[in-house]
Nanobody
Framework: QVQLVESGGGLVQPGGSLRLSCAAS????????IKWHRQAPGKERELVAA??????????NYADSVKGRFTMSGDDVKNAVYLQLNSLKPEDTAVYYC?????????????WGQGTQVTVSS
């Protein structure tokens, strides 16, 4: 059983930065594809960024809405992933969720964190 704990959210002015963290326990993070999603009030959940498992090359991908502003990275020693949010805009306001996925055979294992609130406002 994997447990994910996000942190680092908060209130920031437009143009500011935040660094979100997702710490994992129960398994090795590098075995998983890790995704950051966000959900704003009244809107559908949006995939923001993803990093493939080490076995799949560890490649990162970003939604067009955040490309060039957000950067996802991982720390195998700390068993954590991070999402650096720069040049924040009011439309980035949302609850951000960490999501871990792996496959063993043809069975999918998926875990979610509790979310961390990011509010961008002057």
């Amino acid at each position: 059983q994997v447990q994910l704990v996000e942190s680092g959210g908060g209130l920031v002015q437009p143009g500011g930065s935040l660094r979100l963290s997702c710490a994992a326990s129960g398994d090795t993070f590098s075995l998983y594809t890790i995704k950051w999603h966000r959900q704003a009030p009244g809107k559908e959940r949006e995939l923001v960024a993803a990093i493939a498992s080490a076995g799949a090359g560890g490649i990162t991908n970003y939604a067009d809405s955040v490309k060039g502003r957000f950067t996802m990275s991982g720390d195998d020693v700390k068993n954590a992933v991070y999402l650096q949010l720069n040049s924040l805009k009011p439309e980035d306001t949302a609850v951000y969720y960490c999501n871990a996925i792996t496959w063993i055979g043809n069975r999918k294992y998926e875990y979610w964190g509790q979310g961390t609130q990011v509010t961008v406002s002057s």
